[in-house]
T-cell receptor, first 114, second 113 residues
Framework: KQEVTQIPAALSVPEGENLVLNCSFT??????LQWFRQDPGKGLTSLLL?????REQTSGRLNASLDKSSGRSTLYIAASQPGDSATYLC?????????????FGPGTRLSVLP | NAGVTQTPKFRILKIGQSMTLQCTQD?????MYWYRQDPGMGLKLIYY???????DKGEVPNGYNVSRSTTEDFPLRLELAAPSQTSVYFC????????????FGPGTRLTVL
């Protein structure tokens, strides 16, 4: 069974710092991995989608990498801002008996202090 | 495009009551999903559908039912609400192609007292 973990569970950094969020998964047979942002009381906003054949994706100050063989992905946020404060979730799209469905990690709650 | 819409945003139910959570998407996606999110936890899949008339159970289907009569709509039914169903419910959709992403609705916050 695919399991996804995220470390750390919470992170607090001063504004301007570069930071890395980690996502690990147990089964490397994935189609893709998606990083989401969730603001308090809101739905999920897609940040980056990495296909299983790709090593990384970039969008603005965000860079996500994928190492399928080791079951790891990282989300790098450059020059963090208070507006980046949110919970960040990763999800792997896994082709098992449930079809092509996502398995989510529990999230990392990020606070960027002014 | 409105994307994925959900109603209601909030609801309080008494134990044993029933209700339907509505979900609609206007992206002509074949795949639709219902998840629940409990505090500090990731999302868990309740039910999913790969097209009109086709539904299947996810990881936590007990206490819920779904139907998919059209491509656009995917309602989730709670028949006998229990306190364990207090959660935030998210509906999502995707085109179904392996490389495509999921799009999420804003969620419904349900409390069962």
């Amino acid at each position: 069974k695919q399991e996804v973990t995220q470390i750390p569970a919470a992170l607090s950094v001063p504004e301007g710092e570069n930071l890395v969020l980690n996502c690990s998964f147990t089964d490397s047979a994935i189609y893709n991995l998606q990083w989401f942002r969730q603001d308090p009381g809101k739905g999920l906003t897609s940040l980056l989608l990495i296909q299983s054949s790709q090593r990384e994706q970039t969008s603005g100050r965000l860079n996500a990498s994928l190492d399928k063989s080791s079951g790891r992905s990282t989300l790098y946020i450059a020059a963090s801002q208070p507006g980046d404060s949110a919970t960040y979730l990763c999800a792997v799209r896994h082709g098992d008996n449930y079809g092509q469905n996502f398995v989510f990690g529990p999230g990392t709650r990020l606070s960027v202090l002014p | 495009n409105a994307g994925v819409t959900q109603t209601p945003k909030f609801r309080i139910l008494k134990i044993g009551q029933s209700m339907t959570l509505q979900c609609t998407q206007d992206m002509n996606h074949n795949y639709m999903y219902w998840y629940r999110q409990d505090p500090g936890m990731g999302l868990k899949l309740i039910y999913y559908s790969v097209g009109a008339g086709i539904t299947d159970k996810g990881e936590v289907p007990n206490g819920y039912n779904v139907s998919r009569s059209t491509t656009e709509d995917f309602p989730l039914r709670l028949e006998l609400a229990a306190p364990s169903q207090t959660s935030v419910y998210f509906c999502a959709s995707s085109s179904g192609l392996a490389h495509n992403e999921q799009f999420f609705g804003p969620g419904t916050r349900l409390t069962v007292l």
